[in-house]
């Protein structure tokens, strides 16, 4: 069983950054692709970013330029740093782990707001 816990999320404001953190527990997190997917209220989960073994890197166009996945591989932990958030970026974050089975964190809340 793979434990996937975020972190990292609370209130800013619009222009402002913040860094989510993903830990997940299991052997040879670095073979593994890990993404992040975000929930606002009344609307599906959608993808923002991926990271691969190799550290390939994907984004939705949404996010594009704006936020950074990364990964720490010593740590088993994946980053996401957001910037420029706007109030739309307000929703729950997860993280995904990708260990042939899909494993996904319990999210943290993100609010922008002034």
């Known amino acids: 069983q793979v434990q996937v816990v975020e972190s990292g999320g609370g209130l800013v404001q619009p222009g402002g950054s913040l860094r989510l953190a993903c830990a997940a527990s299991?052997?040879?997190?670095?073979?593994?692709?890990m993404g992040w997917y975000r929930q606002a209220p009344g609307k599906q989960r959608e993808f923002l970013a991926s990271?691969?073994?190799?550290?390939?890197?994907n984004y939705a166009d949404s996010v594009k330029g704006r936020f950074t996945i990364s990964r720490d591989n010593a740590k088993n932990t994946v980053f996401l740093q957001m910037n420029s958030l706007k109030p739309e970026d307000t929703a729950v974050y997860y993280c995904r782990a990708n260990y042939g089975l899909i494993y996904w964190g319990q999210g943290t809340q993100v609010t922008v707001s002034s």
């Open positions: 990271i691969t073994s190799s550290g390939i890197t």
């Open positions: 299991g052997r040879d997190f670095s073979m593994y692709a």
